[in-house]
């Protein structure tokens, strides 16, 4: 075949121009955009590399966004906690001026018109907002978590920053941690809060004293040996109740009487599981030795001279029997002084370790409130009624909620062992109208029952079943009652909204009857609480206790909801706006020391409000080192996302960014080959017929 001049051209400059200047577009398209290729189809390795980088970037940048978030967050709280810790060192400064004995009533109380002044410095810290959002209030960031009166408004939840894949770590720290936390390192200390003079000798009760110190005698006649007698009842930091009578003559030693109680509590000997002390003022301090738990409590009375004879009712029994029933030392007298000087209507004399202005609940002692341990009614502010026990779990040592099983709280060990069944609880006071009512709630395994004397003619009128939520609606079994089967119950009974006959049906409507006029809930530490829903001061009262409170020969409690009990010192629960505001009230009061003859009865005194200060500024600062750990973490996942943004887009670089100086070379090298091509073209261009014969 003849080569020709057509073909020739084709083959030289036709193909290699259309390569050319393909080569020459992509070039110049790299040096134009910066980028290597432009569509999937220019390198479809290329173009699978970048993409899985570019999402990689952007997942980066969430995980960056969402740390930067958080950092922010928890280095404000680390901010916030530092001036919580400076305004705690301040407070405590000032307790300690106050405690020193020698300020007048005008300089304590201004010392207490700063703390005043501190508490609500608090209270603006922990109502700190970033843009808004709060800080402290869980994941409720748009509620103001600390409201007027320091009550807790948010919740425990706590909010996450995305560290990367199944990666998080918490940035907040939560009001309920802060506010409400719980210190597991801390030891329950309770203490008594009537100062015990030495009624022979004159000044302060020691160890060394005797009983007849303590107790006087009622005709001074040291020939004659008494007997003295103390009805000690407590709760142990496990949660079991006791209950006992201490029989001792006038010679044993007050040191014989802290070591029964200790005893009581369980102290053997060889290992005890408790202190008991005496204050500067004679006060009986209990400390537990068992870290963490909240449950440690105790009450005491004393009697000396118990001659009594009859009953309340009248009846001849032995004075044993007599001595076994706590409610006949309402007919004794209680006022030493008359007993000296010959005034006192009765010879028996009875002494208070706890006073707490509580009422008694009905049929209780009447003239001796002290003497009256868990049969006291709640107490009254408005339309409200809140008993004083917390209701606390036996595993957990965490607060009951609404829907927590009584028998989780209760103490099993009294009664049928292991079962609420057979346990009976007394409900008396006044419904909101201020009618008069006398029920009892009893748990049975075969069904529990609450029944109400409507008439209070001592019969029960009418019994109602109390019905579980299963299908069939039978009644709770004892071990299944909850406490918002309980609060029903109460519910029914101060609203005087009751069932109107006995199926499941007729309990349901007068539940829902009941909350239209009152409600009855617990509170944020775990407290029964009554609110009138008609009145704004109510009428009502209630007093919730166990059966066999009064009877010294029955067992113990199973539980107690309100009670004439020992003051805290210390908790391992936290209560910070409480612990602050209880602090500043004993400076208010100008109490030095827990003390029942004025202002507050149940208040702890300047000297134990340090000791709770101190408590709380080792959570504080247990919680700030967590706050620092946290920004920390947080700091330190920020720099890493940093670097791994820079890296990752230092490789997508390499991958997909075009290298300026070798496309340029590579456009050079390009156009002189396209100017080599056109040269060679042009030249064949002008060869004659003859060059090619």
Known sequence: MRVTSSMYYNSLYATNNLKINNELFDVNKQI????????????????????????????????????????????????????????LDRMKTLLINAANGTHSPDSLDAIAGELRGLEKHFKNLANTSINGQFLFSGSAINTKPIDANGIYQGNDAGINSVLGSNSTQKYNLTGAELFLGEEKNTKREITTNVINNDLINGGIITPDSSIRDLMGDA????????????????????????????????????????DEIGKAYGNNGS???????????????VEDKQKGSSKLDFHMVGAVDFDLTTDENGDTQNNDALVDDIDLLDVGEKDYAKIKDGTATSSLYVKEFIQSGFTPASGAAVNIEGIVYDRTQFSKSGAEL???????????????SPSTKISEVADLS????????????????????????????????????????TNNDGTVDTSYDIFNMQSPRTATAADNVTYQQLMDVVNMVVTNNLPAGTTAND????????????????????????????????????????ANSDNFTADASVMTFNA?????????????FKNLDEAITAVEDHKLYPDS???????????????????????????????????????????????????????????????????????????LNYQAMLSTVGKISQLSLVNYL
Request: negative net charge.
């Open 597 to 671: 003859s004025s202002g507050n009865m149940r208040n702890q005194g300047i000297e134990n409000a340090l000791a709770a200060i101190d408590k709380l500024q080792s959570h504080v600062s247990r919680s700030h080192s967590v706050v620092g750990a946290q920004s920390n973490t947080l700091n330190t996942s920020l720099e890493r996302t940093s670097l791994l943004e820079v890296s990752t887009m230092t490789l997508r670089s390499e991958v997909i960014d075009t290298d300026i100086a070798e496309a340029s070379l590579r456009l050079s090298q390009l156009n």
């Open 271 to 285: 290992i005890n599981v408790v202190n008991v002390s005496l204050n500067a003022n004679g006060q009986i301090v």
């Open 32 to 87: 134009a955009s910066g980028l290597k290729i432009q569509y999937a189809k220019d390198d479809v390795r290329t173009f699978t590399e970048t993409m899985r980088l570019d999402n990689e970037l952007v997942t980066i940048g969430q995980v960056k966004k969402s740390t930067e978030s958080g950092y922010k967050i928890s280095n404000q709280t680390d901010v916030v906690l530092n001036e919580f810790e400076t305004s």
């Open 386 to 400: 809140t008993s004083n026990v917390p209701q606390i779990l036996k595993e957990t040592n965490a607060f009951a």
């Open 564 to 576: 004439n009990n020992a003051l805290t010192v210390v908790d391992p629960k936290t209560d910070f």
């Open 507 to 546: 309990y349901d409507n007068a539940i829902i009857a009941s909350n239209t006029e009152g409600n009855t809930s617990l509170t944020y530490d775990g407290k029964l609480k009554f609110t009138d829903l008609t009145a704004t001061q109510t009428q009502s009262t209630i007093a919730l206790y166990d």
């Open 219 to 258: 005709d001074n006649d040291t020939t004659t040996v008494n007997k003295n007698y103390f009805y000690i009842r407590g709760t142990r930091s496990d949660g079991t109740a006791f209950k006992v009578r201490k029989e001792f003559d006038d010679t044993a030693k007050v040191s014989d009487l802290m």
């Open 414 to 453: 009294q009664g049928t062992a292991g079962t609420l069944d057979g346990t009976t609880f007394n409900l008396t006071g006044k419904d909101i109208n201020g009618n008069s009512y006398t029920a009892t709630i009893e748990l049975k395994s075969a069904g529990s029952q609450f029944s109400i004397d």
